[in-house]
């Protein structure tokens, strides 16, 4: 299996001010959904991939369609005091992916 690079190119069609674009990604700390809905983790083993749908099912990161393991992940700024409120973005990312935007790669 290929290794994550982080420092890819997102997903063609993503905003310019998506998060999850290479030069935003450090000023940002990722949460990824639990298996409870509305929970948000740093903890990728407390995560449960999205039920399937009839949607589009490619990861944000890698643009590869990651139909069974897909998950949702949020963020936040790192540099916010606290409370940190999440970034409005709704972001989803393989398993492979989100470990590796968890830093747990």
Not at 40 to 49: D, E, Q, S, V
Request: aromatic share 8%; proline share 10%; net charge positive.
């Amino acid at each position: 299996e290929e290794p994550v690079d982080t420092m890819r190119a997102c997903r063609p069609g993503l905003p310019d001010d998506s998060p999850i674009r290479p030069e935003a990604r450090p000023r940002h700390v990722f949460v990824i959904q639990r298996s409870v809905w509305g929970k948000f983790t740093r903890n990728f083993r407390a995560a449960a991939p999205l039920q399937p749908w009839d949607q589009e099912t490619n990861c944000d990161l890698c643009n590869i369609c990651a139909h069974r393991e897909l998950y949702l992940l949020r963020c936040f700024d790192r540099a916010q005091p606290g409370p940190r409120a999440m970034h409005p973005a709704l972001l989803y990312a393989g398993k492979e992916c989100a470990k590796a935007l968890l830093r747990e790669r």
